[in-house]
C-alpha cells in the first residue's frame, strides 16, 4: 500500500500542512519537509543522518523497530510525542508512520497536498534507502481535524435534521437521507436543482434565499418556507432553513450548505395560538350579538376553514337566557357566514335562517340537507363537545367532497355554552382539496368556542341592560311624528352601543299659543341611566318654561339657572347614601337649541346654549345653516344668549341634531356637518311639491340621512328632528286695533261676527263675541290702549286680545256678592285652552276654540 493510499483510506487528520520527514530501515532521517523546518526550526543539513529518537524529548516515546508487530510493519502505526525543536521549547505533536512500498529508486508518490516539491532526501543514494514517512503536527491542531472530520461524518448519517450542499449553481452535491420530510423526493439528489422535484414557488422562494447567502456570504438562519413537492402539491411542510457560504483556501465561492429543519407542528401551533389570540380578540371588542358573531365568522374563515357559520339562539338577541320551547328544542339563528374567497371556495348559507337543535344533545344539526350541517353518523371520536364529520359523507357539499377520502374529518361543529345554556355553536369546514382536521384542531375550535361564548353571554347581558336604559330614555322622549298648524315633525333616535350606555340624548316638539310651536333639540354630557334621567328633568323643565310663552334667550337663562341649581346640589353629601355604591355619578352639563316658529309670521327666532346650529333646506334643496350665535353650555351662569331670527319659506325643512350625528360620519365636525349638508340635499332636495304625490315621508328621509352610520358602534346617540314647515295664509287671519272706548267693544264684536261667518264658522260665533268682550273690556278697564285685537284660523280658532300693560291677569273665585271678577272664569269654561305671554309692547292674552 503506498502512503498516499493510506492517508486518503483513513482519511488522515494530517492532510494539508504537516511536517513531514523520510526515515530509513534503521529509523535515521534522510527526508525533511520545509514544513518541518518551520515547525522545529530546524533545517534538514542540521536533522539528516540522525536517529529520529534524538528529537524526542523523552526517547522512549519512540517505539523500536524491531518491537512492531508485523501488521504495523505493513499498515503503519501513529501516536502521541513531545518534540524539543531547535529553539528550545517542547512541542506536543500527533504523527503517523506510514511505511512506504517498493524498491528505493521507486518515485515518491506523496498526496498532492503534501510537500513533495521541497522534500529534501537522499533516498536515490544506495546506503539510505527511504523506508517510511512520518507525519507530525501539533497536537490541537490534529485534534480539531479529528473533530471537524467526526462532525461531519456524523452530520451526514443523522436524520434529524435535513442537509444538503449545493455548488455554485445550487445543484445539489450530497445530501443526508432526511433532506425532506415525506415521499416525492427522485432516489438520487445529486446534479439535480431544487425546482425538479419542488413547487416551482416553493423551490424559488428557497433558492432565493440561498443566492443572497452566495452574494454576500451573510448565513441564513431560520428562515421558514412551505415545502411541496411536485407529486404532492396539497401537502407540503414548513421548513426552518438555515445556510451558510462554503469557500476554498484562497477564498473562491465554491457552494452553499443548508440545513432543514421540519418545523410544521410548530409552524402550525404557533398559528393556532395566533389565531385562537385574534379570535379573543374579535370577540372581545364590542358589545352587539350580531357583531360578535360576524367577527368570530370573519376570524373563522380562512384562519381554520374555507367556510364558518355561527348560529346564535334566538334569546340572546333581546337579552334573554336561552330556554328551549315545549318541544324540548332551541331555536338558533344563523347570524354570521363566512367564506374564504377562492377558485375552490364553498357555497356560502343564507343568514337569518331559523334552526331547531336540541341543547341536551351533540351540536349536529339536524338537517341533513342543511348547508351548514355536518352529517349525521359521520363523527369522528376527539375533543369532548366538539364533533369532527366527513362533509362527504351526506350533506349539500357531499358532491363537493367527492374527492375526500371516507372517515377524514373536513367539517367541525362546537357548541357556545355559558353558564350551563346553549347560546349557539360555531360549525367550520374545509374544502376537499384542504389537509383534514387535526386532534389539535378540534382542541382548538373548543376553546375559542368556549371564549365566544363567554362574549356572546356578555353581549347579551349588555343587550338586556341597554333595551331597558332605552326602554327608559324613548318612554321619556314624545312622540317620532307629530302634526301642528306650523309643522309636520318625524324624529329619528339611535341610542350609542357602547359599555358607558345610552346618552342624554333629548327632543321635543311643543305647541305655543297662537299656532306657533316650539322645537328643541338638546344632549346631557355622559351615558347611562343617570345621563337618561337628567334628561327627563331637563326636557319636562323646558315644557313647563315653554308653557310661560318665554322668548328663546330668555328659557334658556331659565334653563341655565336650574342646571346650576342642580349641580350645586349634586355637589352636596348626601348622608343617606350607601358609602359602598360606586354608581356613575349624576351628569348635568348640557347643550341645547330651542327655536320658535310662527306660520303667520313664517319666521322662527331660536337661541343656543353650546348646540350645534340647525340646517334649513330650502323648497329648491339649498341647504345653509342658520348664523346662530351659541352661547355656552348649561350650566355656565352669568353669559347671555342671542336670538337669531329667520324667515322660512312654506316647505323649508328645519334640522336639529345632536352633535352625535356629526360625530357618526367622521371625526372632524366640519367634515361631519358638510357630510350632513350634503345627505339633507339629497335625501331632501327638489322633487314633488311638499306633501304632495311622490313625497317621501319625513321619517323615510329621516332614515336616509342617518343609513349608513354603524349602528353598533355608535360612540354617542344620534338625535335627528325633522320639521317641514307650514304658513297660515293672511285670509286665516284677522285684525283690528281699539282705543280706550267703551263703545269699541260693540264694533270689535261686531266686525269679528262678521268675519266669523265668512269663514263659516257661525258655531263658534256666541262664544267668541262673548269671549272678546270680556277680554277687551278689561283690557281697556285696567291697561288702557291701545288695544289690538287678531282672530287666527288654524287647527283651532284663535283669539288674542293686546294691550301695552306688564300686568299678568290671573283668574280668581269671586264670591257671591262680587259684582265682577267672573271674566277670566268664564273664559276658561269656554274655551278649550286660555293663557297670557308677554310681548315687547305689553302682554297678550289669548283663548283657543276647536273648530266645529
Not at 503536527?137 to 471537524?148: E, G, K, L
Not at 371564549?451 to 324613548?474: I, K, P, W
Not at 285670509?731 to 269699541?744: H, N, Y
Amino acid at each position: 500500500m503506498s502512503a498516499a493510499d493510506a492517508l486518503h483510506r483513513g482519511r488522515s487528520p494530517f492532510l494539508g500542512s504537516a511536517a513531514g520527514a523520510l526515515l530509513d530501515a534503521d529509523g535515521r532521517i534522510v527526508g525533511w519537509t520545509l514544513e518541518a523546518e518551520r515547525l522545529l526550526a530546524l533545517g534538514a543539513a542540521q536533522v539528516r543522518g540522525r536517529p529520529v529518537r534524538e528529537l524526542l524529548a523523552d526517547p522512549a516515546g519512540w517505539p523500536s523497530l524491531a518491537d512492531l508487530t508485523e501488521q504495523q510493519r505493513l499498515d503503519g502505526w501513529s501516536g502521541a510525542a513531545e518534540l524539543r525543536s531547535g529553539r528550545g521549547e517542547e512541542l506536543a505533536v500527533a504523527y503517523q508512520v506510514l511505511p512506504l512500498g517498493g524498491p528505493p529508486t521507486e518515485p515518491c508518490s506523496c498526496p498532492p497536498t503534501g510537500p513533495r516539491e521541497d522534500l529534501r532526501d537522499d533516498h536515490d543514494r544506495p546506503d539510505a534507502p527511504a523506508r517510511y514517512f512520518v507525519l507530525a503536527a501539533p497536537a490541537t491542531q490534529v485534534a480539531r481535524s479529528r473533530q471537524d472530520q467526526a462532525f461531519t461524518r456524523e452530520l451526514f448519517l443523522q436524520d434529524r435534521v435535513g442537509l444538503a450542499v449545493f455548488d455554485d449553481r445550487l445543484r445539489l452535491i450530497r445530501t443526508n437521507t432526511h433532506l425532506l420530510p415525506y415521499s416525492g423526493l427522485p432516489p438520487d439528489l445529486r446534479g439535480r436543482r431544487l425546482g425538479d422535484f419542488l413547487q416551482p414557488q416553493d423551490a424559488e422562494a428557497v433558492e432565493r434565499g440561498l443566492h443572497e447567502v452566495l452574494r454576500t456570504g451573510r448565513p441564513l438562519v431560520g428562515a421558514e418556507e412551505l415545502v411541496r413537492t411536485i407529486e404532492d402539491p396539497a401537502g407540503g411542510a414548513v421548513m426552518a432553513i438555515s445556510a451558510f457560504r462554503l469557500q476554498a483556501p484562497d477564498g473562491q465561492v465554491i457552494g452553499v450548505t443548508a440545513l432543514f429543519t421540519d418545523v410544521t407542528e410548530l409552524h402550525r401551533s404557533g398559528e393556532r395560538l395566533a389565531l385562537l389570540h385574534r379570535a379573543t380578540a374579535a370577540v372581545g371588542g364590542s358589545l352587539s350579538v350580531s357583531a360578535t358573531a360576524e367577527e368570530l365568522a370573519a376570524v373563522l374563515a380562512p384562519g381554520l376553514a374555507d367556510l364558518a357559520v355561527v348560529d346564535v339562539a334566538e334569546a340572546v338577541f333581546v337579552g334573554e337566557e336561552p330556554a328551549p320551547g315545549r318541544d324540548g328544542r332551541l331555536v338558533l339563528r344563523r347570524t354570521a357566514v363566512a367564506v374564504t374567497p377562492g377558485p375552490n371556495a364553498l357555497p356560502a348559507p343564507p343568514t337569518g335562517v331559523a334552526v331547531q337543535v336540541d341543547p341536551d344533545d351533540p351540536p349536529t344539526p339536524a338537517d341533513p340537507a342543511d348547508p351548514a350541517a355536518p352529517a349525521e353518523g359521520a363523527g369522528v371520536t376527539g375533543t369532548p363537545g366538539v364533533e369532527a364529520h366527513d362533509a362527504g359523507a351526506g350533506g349539500a357539499a357531499a358532491g363537493a367532497a367527492a374527492d375526500t377520502p371516507a372517515g377524514v374529518p373536513t367539517e367541525m361543529t362546537a357548541p357556545m355554552r355559558a353558564g350551563g345554556s346553549l347560546l349557539g355553536r360555531v360549525t367550520v369546514r374545509r374544502a376537499p382539496n384542504r389537509p383534514p382536521y387535526l386532534p389539535a384542531d378540534r382542541e382548538l375550535l373548543r376553546e375559542i368556542a368556549d371564549r365566544a361564548a363567554l362574549a356572546l353571554d356578555n353581549a347579551r347581558r349588555y343587550t338586556r341592560e341597554h333595551r331597558a336604559a332605552v326602554g327608559l330614555q324613548r318612554s321619556l322622549l314624545p312622540p317620532s311624528q307629530a302634526e301642528t298648524a306650523a309643522v309636520s315633525t318625524a324624529s329619528v333616535y339611535l341610542p350609542t352601543d357602547t359599555a358607558s350606555g345610552i346618552g342624554g340624548d333629548w327632543f321635543d316638539v311643543i305647541p305655543l299659543s297662537s299656532a306657533r310651536v316650539a322645537l328643541v333639540a338638546g344632549d346631557v354630557v355622559g351615558h347611562g341611566l343617570a345621563a337618561s334621567a337628567t334628561m327627563g328633568r331637563l326636557r319636562t323643565a323646558v315644557r313647563t318654561l315653554a308653557d310661560l310663552d318665554l322668548e328663546p334667550d330668555e328659557l334658556l337663562v331659565h334653563l341655565d339657572d336650574l342646571v346650576a341649581q342642580l349641580m350645586v346640589e349634586a355637589e352636596r353629601p348626601d348622608e343617606e347614601a350607601d358609602p359602598d355604591d360606586h354608581q356613575q355619578a349624576v351628569p348635568f352639563g348640557a347643550t341645547c337649541v330651542y327655536a320658535v316658529y310662527d306660520p303667520v309670521s313664517r319666521r322662527c327666532a331660536m337661541a343656543s346654549a353650546g348646540h350645534p346650529p340647525p340646517a334649513v333646506v330650502a323648497p329648491d334643496g339649498a341647504v345653509t345653516y342658520v348664523p346662530v350665535r351659541p352661547g355656552p353650555p348649561l350650566g355656565v351662569t352669568g353669559l347671555p344668549f342671542e336670538v337669531t331670527e329667520v324667515e322660512l319659506v312654506p316647505g323649508s325643512l328645519l334640522a336639529l341634531y345632536t352633535d352625535g350625528l356629526i360625530q357618526g360620519y367622521g371625526d372632524d365636525l366640519d367634515e361631519g356637518m358638510a357630510e350632513l349638508g350634503r345627505r339633507l340635499a339629497a335625501v331632501a332636495g327638489p322633487g314633488p311639491a311638499a306633501g304632495g304625490a311622490g313625497t317621501p315621508s319625513l321619517r323615510d328621509l329621516g332614515r336616509e340621512v342617518v343609513a349608513g352610520l354603524p349602528a353598533h358602534r355608535l360612540t354617542d346617540d344620534v338625535t335627528l328632528l325633522l320639521a317641514r314647515t307650514r304658513a297660515v295664509p293672511a285670509e286665516a287671519t284677522a285684525g283690528w286695533t281699539l282705543d280706550t272706548d267703551p263703545a269699541g267693544v260693540a264694533r270689535v264684536r261686531e266686525a269679528a261676527t262678521g268675519q266669523l261667518r265668512a269663514w263659516g264658522l257661525e258655531d263658534l260665533v256666541f262664544t267668541t263675541e262673548l269671549v272678546l268682550s270680556e277680554l277687551v273690556t278689561n283690557a281697556i278697564r285696567y291697561a288702557g290702549g291701545p288695544v289690538g285685537v287678531r282672530l287666527i284660523r288654524a287647527e283651532r280658532l284663535t283669539c288674542e286680545v293686546s294691550d301695552p300693560s306688564a300686568t299678568q291677569p290671573r283668574m280668581r273665585r269671586a264670591r257671591l256678592t262680587d259684582e265682577g271678577g267672573r271674566g277670566l272664569y268664564l273664559v276658561a269654561q269656554l274655551t278649550n285652552r286660555w293663557g297670557s305671554r308677554y310681548t315687547r309692547q305689553g302682554k297678550t292674552i289669548w283663548a283657543e276654540q276647536d273648530l266645529p
